[in-house]
């Protein structure tokens, strides 16, 4: 079992920068990949970016590209989601996932992720 837990959401303006962090606790000792997800107001989940369980290698949904950065202390199992040049369509409430099995080094599908956080509400103003 791995539990899940976000922070760092909240308002911001467009061109604002916001960091989101995940801890995780509980089994597997920090051998999982971790991704970050979210779910814009009346939307479906989707994909955001994912990390590796070494935190090598990294994958971002083309949205988000060059814009935001995940990254993960193993010592401490935290994930981390630097947003930068945030965007109005960036609202949405963002998940972090922790997935044990993954079917590669960064997976991007829901699926994928065995264990899930509430969730964190970033709210981008134009």
């Known amino acids: 079992q791995v539990h899940l837990a976000e922070s760092g959401g909240g308002l911001a303006q467009a061109g604002d920068s916001l960091r989101l962090s995940c801890t995780a606790s509980?089994?597997?000792?920090?051998?999982?990949?971790m991704g970050w997800f979210r779910q814009p107001p009346g939307k479906d989940r989707e994909f955001v970016a994912s990390i590796s369980w070494s935190g090598l290698t990294t994958y971002y949904a083309d949205s988000v590209k060059g814009r935001f950065t995940i990254s993960r202390d193993r010592d401490q199992n935290w994930a981390y989601l630097q947003m930068n040049s945030l965007e109005h369509q960036d609202t949405a409430v963002y998940f972090c996932?922790?997935?044990?099995?993954?079917?590669?080094?960064?997976?991007?599908?829901?699926?994928?992720?065995?264990?899930w956080g509430l969730g964190t509400q970033v709210t981008v103003s134009s």
């Open positions: 509980g089994r597997h000792s920090g051998l999982y990949a």
């Open positions: 996932a922790a997935s044990i099995n993954p079917v590669s080094a960064t997976p991007s599908k829901e699926p994928d992720y065995e264990y």
